[in-house]
């Protein structure tokens, strides 16, 4: 167990009786569960078999991906909820990825001003990073979390076994949010990063754990972002505006962690130029997520599209771009505005470096 300050996660293969005493002590009224179509799929039935008593529970069932986290999806869960109806006691499951501990988090922390919620994440990135932090929310128009609440689950249940299901895509698009959170919250976990075989499926469960403590230790002091929090946004500037644009142009979108990828790696170069960070470091940063990208994302594009996508972003104060950048590892710098001009560069470094 790590003891948060606002909730505990459990993490292993034990984490069931930990589930079973958390939903005793609780006791809802009434417990639904909030899924997707893959997640249904591939992970109900491990839940199920571990929790029978579940099987009673309504179940809300969204489309997969990222097209779920708008609005319409928000009203659907809580008019479901409201025909039950679910009392102010009720308890809402989140099993899924970040789409659906997003979503399901901020219909939870809004429906009657907020009812209890608890994630069990079904993919990496809900495991090492979405599932935990108490930010939760969905998309307006295509532009990345503009609309959500800080809510903060009930308890986060990480189970290893539903990651063998996920598609090697959807895998690997969670190393980068790995990388990240050691590249910014400290130098030991992002030296220790280095000597380890990354891709090796058994390192995986000591990574998730290290990136929760990590990221407990850096939004527990800050869950407002409002400062110290804001170094974990590193590389989702550039990440959410190509996200973005790749989700608006008709094309195969990308997925977070792959937009979250190249971002970093344009932050990392943005930072070698604004706030000192040695080559060196970006060139390592950039050779780990090589070992997971080897097609490039696209960054030749209408640059007043990436610039009005990069403009929408939450981190954005006073009309400019705001950046949080990095000097060394483990030393962010939050809050720094970037020029138009330096972000055109970025993207242009981040082509010639991937296809030369
Ligand atoms: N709130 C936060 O702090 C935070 C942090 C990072 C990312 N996010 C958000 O998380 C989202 C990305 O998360 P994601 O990559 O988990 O996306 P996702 O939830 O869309 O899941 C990716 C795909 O994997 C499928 N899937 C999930 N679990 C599966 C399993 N065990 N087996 C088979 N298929 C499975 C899903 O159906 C989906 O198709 C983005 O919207 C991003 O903005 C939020």
Redesign the pocket.
């Known amino acids: 167990m790590i003891p948060g300050r606002f909730y505990p996660v459990f993490a292993g293969h034990e984490i069931w009786q930990d589930l079973a005493a958390y939903l005793d002590r609780l006791a809802p009224s009434q417990v639904f569960l909030l899924t997707?179509?893959?997640?249904r799929?591939?992970?109900m039935a491990i839940l199920y078999d571990k929790m029978p008593a579940l099987k009673e529970s309504p179940v809300f069932v969204l489309p997969?991906?990222?097209g779920s986290?708008d609005a319409w999806h928000a009203e659907a869960v809580w008019k479901w909820l409201s025909e039950y109806p679910a009392g102010k006691d009720a308890l809402l499951i989140n099993l899924?990825?970040?789409?659906?501990?997003?979503l399901g988090?901020f219909v939870a922390g809004t429906y009657k001003r907020g009812i209890t919620f608890i994630n069990l994440?079904?993919?990496?990135?809900?495991q090492a990073?979405?599932a935990?932090?108490g930010?939760?929310?969905i998309?307006l128009e295509g532009f990345?979390?503009q609309v959500g609440t800080i809510s903060h689950p009930g308890a986060v249940f990480i189970c290893p076994a539903?990651?063998?299901?996920?598609?090697v895509r959807?895998l690997v698009?969670?190393y980068p949010?790995i990388i990240k959170t050691a590249l910014v919250t400290g130098a030991e976990f992002w030296d220790d990063l280095n000597r380890v075989v990354l891709e090796a499926p058994e390192a995986l469960p000591s990574l998730i754990r290290r990136c929760v403590m990590a990221k407990l230790s850096v939004a527990d002091l800050d869950p407002e972002d409002r400062n110290e929090r804001k170094c974990l946004n590193f590389g989702h500037t550039i990440g959410h505006a190509l996200e973005g644009v790749s989700h608006s142009n008709g094309n195969e979108p990308l997925?977070?962690?792959e937009a979250v990828a190249a971002g970093m790696i344009c932050e990392a170069y943005i930072s070698t130029l604004l706030t000192g960070l040695d080559n060196r470091a970006l060139d390592k940063m950039a050779s780990l997520l090589k070992i997971f990208y080897d097609r490039p994302v696209q960054t030749r594009m209408d640059m007043s599209r990436f610039l009005m996508f990069a403009s929408r972003d939450k981190k954005n104060s006073g009309g400019e771009i705001r950046f949080t950048l990095i000097e060394a590892p483990g030393k962010p710098v939050i809050d720094c505005p970037v020029q138009n001009e330096i972000i055109e560069k970025a993207l242009r470094f981040y082509r010639e470096s991937y296809t030369s």
């Open positions: 997707d179509e893959h997640v799929h591939h992970c997969p991906g990222e986290k899924g990825g970040g789409v659906v501990s997003d988090g994440p079904t993919t990496l990135i809900g990073d979405a935990v932090g930010k939760t929310g998309n990345k979390n539903f990651l063998k299901s996920l598609p959807a698009s969670g949010e997925l977070h962690g």
